[in-house]
């Protein structure tokens, strides 16, 4: 059965989010406060987390930047639970380290779905391992197992929603994919068009892999369109290593 910590000082949503989420099959515990809920994150180490963001003594987005750092719970989806709905409020969730965003009041039925596909997308199994698809191209090469890319010859620790990013436009490689086709693909349901959600793990992707990630060579923006990934070929990168010897 899966556990998930709900970290909210609202009495009142905290146990109507409990209630149906047990209701759905999971076990649940709760914490009123960022200290308690980051010492039970470590504690218990739960599947998934949904956070809270304005809370006493600690609030959600400085809760969420530990989990990350600590490596016992850097791995663990978040899923913040806020009533603060504007576009910044978004990117400094994410630029947190949160995995998704629902903003306050929500359906119910939203967040179960949400809590389902961070679930099924973080369970310790990318998607990419589960199917016999592309994990290399030229100087790119996933590593499904450990969340990782090989990139030329570094070694770069992505989180989980970098590497079903990743993944998701390699395996369209030269080919323009929509935001639509991302959202649906990543996030694993049918989000709102929220397409600052992607940009803000767009511009983490390229600080990871552009040389210069305020002009990018291999991660492009076709405005109006999508996100193309274009990389070398492995003949192109053995011309590079060659001229660079």
């Not at 016992?72 to 965003?101: H, W």
Request: aromatic share 6%.
């Amino acid at each position: 059965m899966p556990r998930i910590l709900v970290i909210d000082d609202d009495a009142a949503i905290a146990e109507l989010v409990a209630v149906n989420l047990e209701m759905a099959g999971y076990e649940v515990t709760q914490a009123e406060d960022g200290i308690k809920g980051q010492a039970l994150a470590i504690q218990m180490l739960p599947d998934l987390i949904m956070l809270d963001l304005m809370l006493p003594r600690v609030d959600g987005f400085t809760v969420c930047q530990r989990l990350r750092r600590d490596d016992r719970t850097s791995d663990i989806p978040v899923l913040m639970l806020t009533a603060l709905s504007q576009t910044q409020d978004k990117v400094e969730g994410f630029n947190s380290g949160a995995d998704d965003y629902l903003t306050k009041p929500f359906e119910l039925e939203e967040m179960l779905a949400r809590v389902r596909a961070l679930l099924r997308r973080t369970d310790r199994i990318p998607q990419a391992a589960k199917h016999s698809e592309i994990l290399n191209y030229g100087p790119l090469t996933l590593v499904p197992e450990r969340f990782e890319a090989v990139w030329y010859v570094n070694t770069v620790k992505l989180t989980h929603l970098e590497f079903e990013l990743l993944h998701c436009l390699l395996q369209r490689h030269g080919q323009t994919v929509s935001p639509s086709e991302i959202l649906k693909e990543v996030w694993g349901y049918d989000p709102d068009d929220d397409i600052e959600t992607i940009r803000v793990h767009i511009r983490h992707l390229r600080t990871k892999m552009e040389p210069d990630p305020r002009h990018p060579r291999y991660i492009k923006t076709v405005y109006g369109a999508g996100y193309c990934l274009e990389l070398p070929s492995n003949e192109q990168v053995a011309e590079e290593t060659k001229s660079s010897a």
